[in-house]
């Protein structure tokens, strides 16, 4: 019951996302690679389970003014190195799926948020820092569990 209401929920509001956004190419790969800086164009679906601030890093229609609550704070609020933190989400969200390729997207979310956190000696009052601890303490779980 609870999986198939967040399966409509999750449904819903990637049917949101699509219906809102001018083009109809947003679940396809952006058409410059440097779109996406990931460089594995997430789903509609994918993205609607990220947090909302990580749209943004991977749909240009989520980019722009009135966009801010869809993008990460500014590089001079959290420093230059935070566009890793959205592909480090991502590549948690894909490693929990149990495929048998969980433990590659371990392997690159773990890069990503290393490199993340060690932007974050450079900006501590980041007002992401508490939650990218949490991420990355939860993917410390996850890379435990997985040996």
Known sequence: MIRSLATRLAAAAAGA????????????PAPDPKQDLSGFWPTA????????????????????????????PPRQVCGERMNHFCPALLSMLRA?????????????????????????????????????????????SMRGAAR
């Open 17 to 28: 996302l699509l219906s809102a956004a001018p083009t109809p190419g947003w679940a396809q």
């Open 45 to 72: 679906l994918e993205v609607t389970q990220l947090p909302r601030y990580c749209w943004g890093s991977f749909n240009p229609q989520f980019r722009g003014a009135g966009m801010e609550a869809f993008n990460l």
């Open 96 to 140: 929990k799926k149990g495929t048998p390729q969980s433990g590659y997207w371990l392997g690159v979310a773990d890069g990503h948020m290393r490199y993340t956190l060690s932007a974050l000696r450079d900006v501590p009052n980041c007002p992401l820092a508490p939650e990218i601890e949490r991420y990355a303490a939860q993917l410390k």
